[in-house]
């Protein structure tokens, strides 16, 4: 009973059999046929290669959302050289309402504002790298997956009596509210309704607020990454002159392969002028940066194709190319017919064609019929 019924289930599987099974006898092979097969099979291990390739690499993926952490703190990343000295200038942190944030972590080194040729080479490439970056989205992405941390050359040291400049580099965190970050003449000094500049010893005809930005981010400071004032040189001729950046920060959330962190994101509005108050050009000269803080998030994943779908994908070229190249085959070979048969049939015809009567046989039988 149960070799039966296993035969009985073998012949209904048999009869389930969709796939036809022509006999070799009843296939023929021809020198065309074999071209069209090579080049399929070319085709296919090409495309089939070029699609490994693909399933290998990995895409960014964007998605955005409301950002609802209020309570982690904002750091702000900076390292600003001014053409003023250390001792008569001085960077601060204000949020919303004029809160002066602790700016201690801040560090305040004599430097030449002059670049060295070597770090004045890593300056314009780097300038270079920005205007790409503007031109060609993508290449963002790849910093993010790539996550290749470079330095630029150290400078070397120098003698004290040619420092002229002074280099800020630090952070500070400061809540994720709108605020701006000034370097001003003078040092800050606080009091109950915020804090002052105190400047009365510094002539203002030695001001020189020109300055380059060498790093400027907000968030974690990610390995590779491209601010958008990285790299920035203001130079001015003038002592009043003011200096002012409009920033919109945007909170991102990386995810990838190497690297997890909370960034942001920042565009930047430009705009400086001279303070003339004769004119009505009022203001106070120096540098200052105002921040807001956008309410959405972007967060950003480096995604990989599923297995399943390569497998989808690779199915679909072999079977795709081996369907297509049969009908071309097919569509070509008819059209072969065509001509060849058209070909065949003209010479045919003319050699059925009954030859014509010669004259003297005519004049023969119409004699004997007389």
Known sequence: MRRLSKRKALTLVKELDAFPKVPESYVESSASGGTVSLLAFTLIAVLALLEFFVYRDTWMNYEYEVDKDFNRNLRINMDITVAMKCQDISADALELRDTLVDHDSLTYEPVNFDLTPQQEEWRIKLLHFRHRLRLEHALQDVLFKAAIEERPPAPPKNEDDLLGACRIHGHVYVRKVAGNVHILAGKSVKHPRGHAHVSHFINEELFNFSHRIDH??????????????????????????????FVTIVPTRLNTHRISANMHQFSITEQD??????????????????????????????????????????CGIIGGIFSTTG???GVLGFLADIVCCRFQIGPNRRLKEPPEIQQPLYETLTSLEN
């Open 216 to 245: 400027l981010s907000f968030g974690e400071v990610i390995p590779g990454m491209v601010s958008p004032l990285d790299g920035t040189e203001k130079v001015t001729a003038v002592s009043s002159h003011m200096f002012q950046y």
């Open 273 to 314: 002028r001279v303070i003339n108050h004769i004119i009505g050009s009022h203001g106070i000269p120096g540098i200052f940066m105002r921040y807001d803080i956008s309410s959405l998030m972007v967060k950003v994943t480096e995604t990989h194709m599923p297995f399943w779908k390569f497998l989808v994908r690779l």
């Open 327 to 329: 009908i071309l085959h």
